[in-house]
């Protein structure tokens, strides 16, 4: 019996394409050349090159190692100490009861990594990296909880083959592991409080990106605890708002609104967009930070419901990270993986997102543009008037 090739050594049929691919091909030989290597290097033309892209090959072999600095530079919380004064290295050690020593090798690796940097007399003062961690707390709960990404991803072969043994899927209780199981009661704070906090960098992008001035009542669905549209409501006070996420969630975001005032001006409506039916009366509906955490067949049912919900002419705004269409984009590997390990949903590019958008019956689909799109992206689609002249012409006259 002949032997099966093992994976290195099984020959596959190379595709043929255009001149784009033989160029390519062509630079895979060059770039894999020991020879043009040692020229590149010799030559004062091409060493900035050479020395560029190894640096950026360290940084993806070491970004272990800068996650753990951060993590513990949180977990002491250095930063925020020195917000408030540069320190020396013995004033840092008997505040955190480390070993001199220790905590240099980290004060030093983090001086490295730009979230601190070196003061006059010795001593130690925040970075330009380590200002926005000291200063935002979504920022640092963010730093905190993605320590089980990182156990997730110790092995990540294992992972990649089976994503169910992750632990981060329990910590969502609307993924399809949750809903088997069982989420506790105190699942639905603990995370709603976390993406409070994390959402405060997209609520300014998501405010600068679109004239909500256009509209008259908007229905925020995936909600949460109404960090979002209890912006919106205070940037537009001419605004009616409606929030809707599970009950669980839309109790504690009532309670959140009442505090802040917001009660008379924001209703809050408890459901599943699996399962029930969405509120109706808005003209504008935002979906921000929900698409990317389904399924296609579910987003698709959403944004068809969505759809159905709005009056002629009525919007869709849909804010949340979008891969980048080249696949150069150093954040989407971080979403690739989270969403694995979470157990629910996949990122997508505007592209993937405009085509479901348009399935669901949506026009004049289009990017807006957004001054800082690292933590979102923004898509803007309308139910046409067309769309009702069709209706009418048919008889069946949208009520």
Same mark, same amino acid.
């Given at each position: 019996?002949d032997a099966v090739p093992s994976h290195s050594s099984m020959s596959l049929p190379v595709a043929t394409g255009?001149?784009?691919?033989?160029?390519?091909?062509?630079?895979?030989?060059?770039?894999?050349?020991?020879?043009?290597?040692?020229?590149?290097?010799?030559?004062?033309?091409?060493?900035?090159?050479?020395?560029?892209?190894?640096?950026?090959?360290?940084?993806?072999?070491?970004?272990?190692?800068?996650?753990?600095?951060?993590?513990?530079?949180?977990?002491?919380?250095?930063?925020?100490?020195?917000?408030?004064?540069?320190?020396?290295?013995?004033?840092?050690?008997? %505040?955190?009861?480390?070993?001199?020593?220790?905590? #240099? *090798?980290? =004060? +030093?690796?983090?001086?490295? $990594? !730009?979230?601190?940097?070196?003061?006059?007399?010795?001593?130690?003062?925040?970075?330009?990296?380590?200002?926005?961690?000291?200063?935002?707390?979504?920022?640092?709960?963010?730093?905190?909880?993605n320590a089980t990404l990182y156990e997730d991803l110790r092995d990540p072969l294992a992972l990649l083959r089976?994503?169910?043994?992750?632990?981060?899927?329990?910590?969502?209780?609307?993924?399809?592991?949750?809903?088997r199981e069982g989420a506790s009661a105190d699942s639905f704070g603990r995370y709603s409080a976390l993406m409070?906090?994390?959402?405060?960098?997209?609520?300014?992008?998501? %405010?600068?990106?679109?004239?909500?001035?256009?509209? #008259? *009542?908007? =229905? +925020?669905?995936?909600?949460? $605890? !109404?960090?979002?549209?209890?912006?919106?409501?205070?940037?537009?006070?001419?605004?009616?708002?409606?929030?809707?996420?599970?009950?669980?969630?839309?109790?504690?975001?009532?309670?959140?609104?009442?505090?802040?005032?917001?009660?008379?001006?924001?209703?809050?409506?408890?459901?599943?967009?699996?399962?029930?039916?969405?509120?109706?009366?808005?003209?504008?509906?935002?979906?921000?930070?929900?698409?990317?955490?389904?399924?296609?067949?579910?987003?698709?049912?959403?944004?068809?419901?969505?759809?159905?919900?709005?009056?002629?002419?009525?919007?869709?705004?849909?804010?949340?990270?979008?891969?980048?269409?080249?696949? #150069?984009?150093?954040? +989407?590997?971080?979403?690739?993986?989270?969403?694995?390990?979470?157990?629910?949903?996949?990122?997508?590019?505007?592209?993937?997102?405009?085509?479901?958008?348009?399935?669901?019956?949506?026009?004049?689909?289009?990017?807006?543009?957004?001054?800082?799109?690292?933590?979102?992206?923004?898509?803007?689609?309308?139910?046409?008037?067309?769309?009702?002249?069709?209706?009418?012409?048919?008889?069946?006259?949208?009520?």
């Open positions: 019996m255009g001149w784009r691919d033989r160029l390519a091909a062509q630079i895979d030989r060059w770039s894999t050349s020991p020879g043009l290597h040692r020229w590149a290097v010799a030559s004062s033309l091409t060493r900035w090159l050479v020395r560029r892209r190894s640096a950026r090959l360290f940084a993806c072999m070491a970004g272990f190692v800068h996650t753990q600095v951060l993590l513990a530079c949180v977990r002491l919380r250095l930063l925020e100490t020195l917000s408030e004064a540069p320190r020396t290295l013995d004033e840092l050690a008997h %505040l955190t009861g480390l070993q001199a020593a220790s905590l #240099q *090798r980290l =004060l +030093d690796s983090a001086v490295a $990594m !730009g979230l601190m940097d070196r003061r006059s007399r010795g001593r130690y003062g925040l970075g330009s990296l380590g200002a926005p961690v000291a200063t935002h707390a979504g920022i640092r709960e963010m730093v905190e909880h089976d994503p169910n043994q992750a632990q981060m899927h329990t910590y969502w209780p609307y993924t399809p592991h949750q809903q409070s906090t994390s959402q405060r960098f997209v609520i300014d992008e998501l %405010l600068a990106a679109y004239p909500f001035v256009d509209h #008259q *009542r908007v =229905l +925020d669905i995936g909600g949460g $605890m !109404g960090g979002w549209v209890g912006a919106l409501a205070q940037r537009h006070p001419h605004l009616q708002c409606t929030l809707f996420d599970l009950p669980p969630v839309a109790q504690l975001a009532r309670e959140q609104l009442d505090r802040q005032g917001l009660g008379e001006r924001i209703t809050t409506h408890g459901g599943s967009f699996i399962t029930d039916p969405l509120p109706r009366g808005a003209d504008l509906v935002t979906l921000v930070r929900v698409a990317h955490d389904h399924d296609d067949a579910t987003v698709l049912q959403l944004l068809r419901a969505i759809h159905d919900s709005l009056p002629l002419a009525g919007a869709l705004v849909l804010a949340e990270p979008m891969a980048n269409a080249e696949g #150069q984009s150093p954040i +989407d590997p971080y979403f690739h993986f989270y969403l694995m390990a979470m157990g629910s949903g996949r990122l997508r590019t505007p592209q993937a997102l405009s085509e479901l958008m348009a399935q669901a019956g949506f026009t004049h689909i289009e990017l807006a543009p957004n001054p800082m799109p690292l933590h979102a992206q923004v898509l803007v689609g309308r139910k046409s008037r067309a769309q009702g002249a069709l209706s009418h012409a048919s008889g069946n006259v949208t009520p």
